[in-house]
């Protein structure tokens, strides 16, 4: 996301502030000026409506807290030294739980050079703790902090992640268990699976990436988006590139633009990016995570995908997975051989537990490589990761495709309001888009998607470019078609158009981006904004 950094409070000042105020020198710092008198009148973070609708939630009684410092650090990333951006100075940052109905206190301290937020991927929370620089709070100043408080309604596998520029590229994400106190599933643990493409540190960083990207393939001595170059290099599982010392994008010994990679399930190409490395919970395959457990156990896994431009097929060799939710809510269960995540997606699948290592892989769709993780029962050899398969086939399906279980499929209703988003843009220029235009966070209402609190909402993504969009929608979920599934990022095949539809129960100034990081730096992003 593009923000404005000479926007700036310092400590002292901003935790004096209430939400509202603050909310409100966001707004006023995103504008400049009034918007004229004539332009429809906004439920922004400061109204009534929001903390009138926080106060309509259920609240169990008890307050989860956790403290977050957002810094750089050093570490290892494959056995390589790196210093990267993370949350409490690690690549793993500490997975919150909670119980739904439990209200959740954060304290941000930025201690980054730059300014930073939180968002809080997938949650209907109050609009002022959205964590959207210029939108729905003041960015976060380096040396500064802010105190993040709402309710959790809802139960299921979300997360929380940066939402400034491209510093969710480095490791500024961690997983949010919310706990169903009504859970039915029936299992003996559950292993949260955070899977990452990463390559900050080792071949550059995400921003010279962005900068070599925004060139366009004119830029870069490419071809045309979706052109097969035979013999391309796309990144190998068994070895590393060295680190970057160039400095620049523009003096590096390779590109890291990815062309001839390509999906059939996705629809045509798989990424932009060339990524060195693919991670399962921080770790390279040869340093797989493993998971203890007892043969015949039933373990629940809830699967993130927080990577930048990489899908991954998740599956476990020669064993059945059964899908149980996405994106938090409960589907009709499924049994498949593999499943694919978008960027953003989450996916709880059941995996009975064999005697020995079980391998579970990530393999990064449509790109060479490998994530991987282990499960094992303390007996037998754990194999070595170049001997496991590299592909994952058979019945696979992503979280877009499945069906909402009936408790919490919406109620038949005539949308009150239908809004169209086209998809534009492509790879040439590097001009990614919503109805031909980029958004500009300086003047975020300008084509706004203007909705009104009760209305059944429809919504049509039509992709027109020749890359598949994760399309993700803040502060609500929405359902697939008449039947599929309660989901807020669905996977947006090239030249195919997904309508879903949602309520608008939420107030306030909401994105819909894509959640490929690079295409929505570029501009791929929108509002639904809630007038009076």
């Known amino acids: 996301m593009s923000i404005r950094t000479d926007y700036h409070l310092d400590r002292r000042r901003f935790m004096g502030l209430s939400a509202a105020t603050a909310?409100?020198?966001?707004?006023?710092?995103?504008?400049?000026?009034?918007?004229?008198?004539?332009?429809?009148?906004?439920v922004l973070p400061t109204d009534a409506a929001v903390a009138d609708y926080?106060?309509?939630?259920?609240?169990?009684?008890?307050?989860?807290?956790?403290?977050?410092?957002?810094?750089?650090?050093?570490?290892?990333?494959?056995?390589?030294?790196?210093?990267?951006?993370?949350?409490?100075?690690?690549?793993?940052?500490?997975?919150?739980?909670?119980?739904?109905?439990?209200?959740?206190?954060?304290?941000?301290?930025?201690?980054?050079?730059?300014?930073?937020?939180i968002h809080w991927h997938g949650l209907a929370l109050r609009n002022d703790q959205d964590g959207v620089p210029h939108v729905t709070q003041a960015p976060t100043a380096a040396?500064?902090?802010?105190?993040?408080?709402?309710?959790?309604?809802?139960?299921?596998?979300?997360?929380?992640?940066?939402?400034?520029?491209?510093?969710?590229?480095?490791?500024?994400y961690g997983a949010l268990i919310i706990e169903d106190p009504a859970e039915k599933l029936i299992y003996d643990q559950d292993w949260v699976i955070v899977l990452d493409d990463w390559l900050d540190g080792i071949t550059g960083t995400p921003d010279e990436v962005l900068e070599e990207l925004s060139g366009g393939m004119s830029m870069s001595g490419g071809a045309m988006s979706g052109t097969s170059r035979p013999g391309m290099d796309h990144g190998s599982m068994?070895?590393?590139?060295?680190?970057?010392?160039?400095?620049?994008?523009?003096?590096?010994?390779?590109?890291?633009?990815?062309?001839g990679a390509r999906s059939d399930f996705l629809g045509g190409?798989?990424?932009?990016?060339?990524?060195?490395?693919?991670?399962?919970?921080?770790?390279?395959?040869?340093?797989?995570?493993?998971?203890?457990?007892?043969?015949?156990?039933?373990?629940?896994?809830?699967?993130?995908?927080?990577?930048?431009?990489?899908?991954?097929?998740?599956?476990?060799?020669?064993?059945?997975?059964?899908?149980?939710?996405?994106?938090?809510?409960?589907?009709?269960?499924?049994?498949?051989?593999?499943?694919?995540?978008?960027?953003?997606?989450r996916i709880d699948a059941l995996l009975t537990v064999p005697e020995g290592f079980t391998p579970v892989l990530a393999l990064p769709e449509g790109k060479t490589g490998q994530a991987l993780g282990f499960i094992s029962t303390g007996s037998g050899k754990q194999p070595p990761a170049a001997t496991l398969p590299f592909t994952l086939d058979g019945t696979v399906v992503d979280g877009g495709q499945l069906k909402a279980d009936p408790s919490v499929s919406f109620a038949p209703k005539t949308p009150d309001r239908t809004h169209e988003l086209r998809l534009t843009g492509g790879m040439m220029q590097y001009d990614w888009g919503i109805n031909n235009g980029r958004f500009d966070m300086n003047d975020p209402f300008r084509n706004a998607f203007e909705i009104k609190a009760g209305e059944r909402v429809k919504v049509r993504f039509v992709n027109e470019t020749d890359m598949w969009h994760p399309m993700h929608l803040h502060?609500?979920?929405?359902?697939?078609g008449a039947d599929g599934a309660r989901k807020d990022t669905v996977i947006v095949r090239p030249k195919q158009t997904v309508t879903v539809i949602f309520d608008a129960d939420n107030p306030g100034q909401w994105l819909t981006h894509c959640h490929n990081a690079y295409h929505a730096e570029r501009g791929m992003i929108g509002v639904f904004s809630y007038i009076k």
Not at 23 to 42: F, G, K, M, S, V
């Open 143 to 172: 040396g500064a902090g802010f105190d993040y408080e709402f309710l959790l309604p809802h139960p299921g596998t979300y997360w929380y992640h940066s939402h400034v520029e491209m510093q969710r590229e480095r490791a500024l």
């Open 475 to 480: 502060g609500h979920t929405f359902q697939v």
């Open 269 to 345: 190409d798989a990424g932009d990016v060339r990524f060195p490395l693919h991670l399962f919970n921080t770790k390279a395959p040869d340093e797989a995570d493993v998971l203890a457990a007892k043969a015949g156990d039933v373990i629940r896994l809830r699967i993130i995908n927080a990577a930048g431009d990489t899908a991954y097929r998740v599956g476990v060799p020669g064993r059945t997975l059964t899908l149980t939710h996405t994106d938090g809510f409960p589907v009709q269960h499924r049994d498949v051989d593999a499943v694919v995540l978008g960027m953003g997606e």
């Open 238 to 259: 068994g070895s590393t590139p060295e680190p970057s010392t160039s400095g620049g994008a523009s003096g590096m010994g390779t590109s890291h633009m990815l062309m």
């Open 23 to 42: 909310a409100a020198a966001a707004l006023a710092a995103c504008t400049n000026t009034q918007p004229p008198a004539d332009l429809p009148d906004r």
């Open 54 to 117: 926080e106060a309509r939630r259920a609240f169990s009684g008890t307050t989860v807290t956790q403290d977050l410092k957002a810094a750089s650090f050093q570490t290892t990333v494959a056995g390589k030294p790196v210093t990267t951006w993370g949350y409490n100075g690690g690549l793993s940052a500490p997975t919150i739980r909670a119980v739904a109905g439990d209200r959740l206190q954060v304290g941000l301290a930025n201690g980054l050079k730059d300014p930073t937020s």
